[in-house]
């Protein structure tokens, strides 16, 4: 379940030396694709190193950023996502895809939180990835927990049950549960902090779905938590990390957990990177790294391209 979140292809190599040391393979990746980076050839390219490399793509679907603030997504690039995902060679059967991100943030959602929206376009959305094979995977996007009911952000649990009383039927069509379970206040918190707000919020989301009446079992994915190295020192949170996937991450219901973030030094996310600025990498890095990891037996589909064919 060790992966990692990286901000583009460049970071591959970095990211399989981290996730599939130490007995560890077939580690995860959280990356995101933008509409304007829907180039086939190129996408094409990362998933066949990531294939050679025994990495596990979680694709996250953006829209375009005006500024601070990200457009609403329009139903009608809909198809045009799934004419796009639809046409790569994916890397193993499950074809993880993550539809948007942090909704509950005005910000993410075209300077405005609208629940009821959101629940429209994750049911619509996945119900056409379904319909386009079986071997997508859908993940709602993750909430932020520590947000608040102020302006600019909604408090996570009002979210959720907004989504399902205009839409009760909207995490059916979802496959597993997406969380960033950061370690609040400041990604400063500990790790051994429970309930909304810590590195467990997971368990929290899970058990507020339960009470408004979602009974599907949803294997969880974290794509991103992680502690800030301004609050915490690096060789802190190599300890703290070393609990957190030993005691606390080792929850059963878990599938990955892909930290926020590998190669980003500089502002907004240099207090979460992994990577400084000259290249070289956060003592916490070679500390998860060193841990023992299992290997992983992903189903694979066998199928490629015919490049030339010979008389």
Same mark, same amino acid.
């Given at each position: 379940?060790?992966?990692?979140h ?7 190599? *970095? ?5 599939? !040391? ?7 990746? $959280?990356?995101?694709? $933008?509409?304007?980076e829907?180039d086939?050839?190129r996408w094409?390219?990362? @998933?066949? $190193? ?46 993880? +895809?993550?539809?948007?991100?942090e909704? *509950?943030? #005005?910000?993410e ?10 629940a429209?376009?994750?049911?619509? @959305?996945?119900d ?7 071997? /997508? /995977? +859908? ?7 520590s #947000?608040?009911? +102020? ?7 009002? @979210?959720?049950? !907004?989504?399902i009383?205009? =839409?009760?039927?909207? @995490?059916?069509s ?6 960033h ?8 918190g ?6 909304k707000? !810590?590195?467990?919020t ?8 339960? &009470?408004?009446g ?6 969880v /994915?974290?794509?991103?938590?992680g ?8 060789d ?5 990390l ?10 059963e219901?878990?599938?990955? +957990?892909?930290?926020?973030i590998?190669?980003?030094?500089n ?12 290249? !070289?990498?956060y &003592? ?6 060193n841990l ?7 189903? =694979?589909?066998?199928?490629? =391209?015919?490049? #030339?064919? /010979? #008389?």
């Amino acid at each position: 379940k060790f992966g990692i979140h990286i901000f583009s292809e460049k970071d591959l190599e *970095n990211a399989e030396k981290l996730v599939d !040391s130490s007995g560890g393979d077939w580690g995860y990746v $959280t990356i995101v694709i $933008t509409e304007g980076e829907r180039d086939h050839d190129r996408w094409q390219q990362v @998933f066949d $190193t990531m294939r050679r490399d025994h990495l596990i793509p979680i694709i996250r679907i953006a829209t375009k950023a005006n500024g601070d603030t990200w457009e609403i997504p329009k139903e009608s690039e809909i198809n045009n996502w799934i004419a796009f995902l639809n046409s790569l060679n994916w890397v193993i059967q499950n074809r993880y +895809v993550v539809i948007g991100n942090e909704p *509950n943030h #005005a910000t993410e959602w075209g300077g405005k939180i609208d629940p009821v929206g959101y629940a429209k376009y994750l049911e619509e @959305f996945s119900d056409k990835l379904k319909g386009a094979s079986p071997d /997508f /995977f +859908v993940l709602p996007a993750a909430l932020d927990a520590s #947000a608040k009911n +102020v302006p600019g952000t909604m408090e996570e649990s009002k @979210f959720l049950r !907004s989504m399902i009383q205009e =839409q009760p039927n909207v @995490f059916d069509s979802i496959d597993g549960w997406n969380s960033h379970s950061y370690p609040n206040p400041d990604f400063a918190g500990a790790e051994t902090d429970a309930g909304k707000g !810590s590195i467990k919020t997971y368990d929290w989301e899970l058990t507020y779905l339960v &009470s408004l009446g979602v009974t599907k079992a949803l294997p969880v /994915f974290i794509t991103e938590t992680g502690w800030s190295n301004q609050k915490v020192s690096p060789d802190e949170i190599g300890k703290k990390l070393t609990f957190a996937f030993q005691n606390v991450w080792n929850d059963e219901r878990i599938v990955a +957990v892909t930290p926020f973030i590998l190669d980003y030094p500089n502002p907004p996310f240099d207090n979460l990177s992994w990577e400084k600025s000259d290249g !070289s990498f956060y &003592s916490y890095y070679q500390t998860v790294q060193n841990l023992e990891k299992e290997k992983g037996n992903p189903v =694979q589909v066998e199928s490629g =391209q015919i490049l #030339a064919a /010979f #008389a």
